[in-house]
């Protein structure tokens, strides 16, 4: 069992920035895979962004080139750097990793995350 900690939500107004970061709590395990989430209110869960080992890179549409994904794999670290935040941004943002290789990573596929974390909030106003 390892933890996520994620940290860097907060409250910005439509067209600033935030920057996430998801830091594994073992420093046993290397993840294959790291992916952020986010669930907005009355909306589904939906992968954002993810990130493999060797550095390989995956966005969904509604975030291509706002977001930023990358890693320091020294620290078991992920962020996510988002630009040009727009009201529709606001929700619940949550780190996922997958340990074991495989086809999960990219697309991002929630079934294949191993830990999750418990989320941390962003909220973009107009």
């Known amino acids: 069992q390892i933890d996520l900690v994620e940290s860097g939500g907060g409250s910005v107004q439509a067209g600033g920035s935030l920057r996430l970061s998801c830091t594994i709590s073992?420093?046993?395990?290397?993840?294959?895979?790291m992916a952020w989430f986010r669930q907005g209110p009355d909306k589904e869960r939906e992968g954002i962004a993810s990130i493999r080992r060797d550095d390989t890179t995956n966005y969904a549409e509604s975030v291509q080139g706002r977001f930023t994904i990358s890693q320091d794999l020294a620290k078991n670290t992920a962020y996510l750097q988002m630009n040009s935040l727009k009201p529709e941004d606001t929700a619940m943002y949550t780190c996922?990793?997958?340990?074991?290789?495989?086809?999960?990573?990219?697309?991002?596929?929630?079934?294949?995350?191993?830990?999750w974390g418990k989320g941390t909030l962003v909220t973009v106003s107009s």
């Open positions: 073992s420093d046993t395990y290397s993840p294959f895979c």
């Open positions: 996922a990793v997958g340990l074991s290789t495989g086809g999960y990573c990219l697309p991002i596929r929630a079934g294949g995350m191993e830990f």
